[in-house]
């Protein structure tokens, strides 16, 4: 047979083959255009998306995902207090400088974390040359010092503070958690530390930020800290919730109950630390057991899956009182959760996979009506 008899057909199947690469293609730039736009897009009309970052995402293909997915981002370590003035009046700056200038450069809010907490607090500030506690005068004008100098270098570039993180007891028997900064100062450091923040930047919105706030226990005292603060006048805008919840908690109605609690005081809402562990909760560090599996089953994907349209069905509810919804990390290749509180065990509680590929709760997390 000859060359021109099999022309036509070859026409044809070129032609098909031709088609079908369009086809294929237009979908992959639909799939790519879809994973491009970002939870920040999606969310635009809500409320920023933002997550947790270290200096190592800031580079390579974890910085490309943050500035495709999110619009706020806060440092995880760098801007904590041991990190920041190790030593009295020695400041590093450089990690969060260079947390601040990716943000600047890339157009992305930022919240900073955290401004006095019981953990990551150098020895120093608490103790005077003898060795022995410093007196309350003395250790409220350290935590005055360091946060003006703090609040004051990142003026205008920070819009969101964490002041006070984790005040409260987890013994609701008990009211405030007998740190060290009680022990000096009684409850006064906690309003002490937001007027030296207000005063240092008097436009960034100071937070409350702590865990299990939506246990009826522990929500109801930190309700009362944050009512008692407001009565008094001192500048607190609103609560932070880490939201490091599980599969298995809080239902629907416990997190609505809580935010409305704290909102009844006036007070605004942020999602600050938030990732879904397929594990219970657990705070006790053990090791991993034998017979324990860190399998993401498609059964427990599935009621991951589940959870996170959930939680988020309810932050769009209440996109008045909420002003910011952040990740404790980026994806499941890092989390702090691997190996905590069990030695050995793995989690999966984020919306990327360890290859930075978007997983089932992604797409349920964006793929909504809007409400």
């Not at 879809?34 to 580079?59: C, E, M, T, W």
């Not at 994907?301 to 959870?307: D, G, I, L, S």
């Not at 349209?309 to 499941?332: C, L």
Request: net charge positive; with cysteine; charged share 25%.
């Amino acid at each position: 047979m000859s060359r021109a008899t099999n022309f036509p057909k070859l026409s044809r199947s070129l032609s098909i083959c031709f088609l079908l690469l369009i086809t294929i293609n237009a979908q992959a730039q639909r799939a790519k255009s879809s994973h491009q736009q970002g939870l920040k897009d999606a969310y635009k009309k809500y409320f920023p998306i933002g997550v947790a970052v270290a200096l190592r995402n800031l580079h390579g293909d974890e910085a490309q995902l943050i500035k495709t997915q999110f619009n706020s981002i806060t440092a995880e370590n760098a801007m904590k207090m041991a990190a920041i003035q190790p030593k009295e009046g020695v400041f590093y700056w450089k990690d969060a400088d260079s947390i601040i200038s990716f943000a600047v450069k890339n157009g992305i809010k930022v919240r900073g974390h955290n401004l006095c907490w019981h953990e990551q607090t150098p020895d120093w500030i608490f103790k005077g040359a003898d060795g022995k506690a410093v007196t309350k005068t003395v250790l409220l004008q350290r935590l005055k010092t360091h946060i003006t100098r703090v609040v004051n270098r990142y003026k205008g570039k920070i819009y969101a503070w964490d002041v006070v993180n984790e005040a409260i007891d987890d013994n609701p028997n008990h009211f405030l958690r007998d740190s060290k900064w009680y022990q000096i100062c009684g409850e006064d450091f906690i309003a002490k530390a937001f007027e030296y923040a207000h005063a240092a930047d008097p436009v960034a919105k100071l937070y409350y930020n702590d865990y299990n706030t939506e246990r009826p226990e522990k929500r109801e005292q930190i309700y009362r800290l944050l009512k008692s603060l407001k009565d008094k006048g001192v500048p607190v805008d609103g609560v932070g919730f880490q939201a490091h919840w599980s599969l298995q908690e809080p239902d629907e109605s416990a997190l609505r109950s809580a935010i409305e609690r704290y909102s009844s005081l006036g007070l605004k809402i942020q999602i600050t630390e938030l990732d879904l562990s397929i594990y219970p909760w657990e705070i006790s560090k053990r090791m991993k057991r034998p017979d324990e599996s860190d399998v993401f089953t498609a059964e427990l994907e599935n009621r991951q899956v589940a959870k996170y349209a959930m939680v988020f069905k309810v932050f769009r509810e209440y996109k008045n009182v909420i002003t910011n919804v952040t990740f404790w990390n980026i994806s499941d290749r890092y989390s702090w959760l691997n190996e905590f509180p069990v030695m050995g065990r793995k989690n999966y509680p984020l919306l990327f996979d360890r290859n930075l590929q978007p997983k089932k709760a992604y797409w349920e997390v964006i793929n909504f009506k809007n409400q």
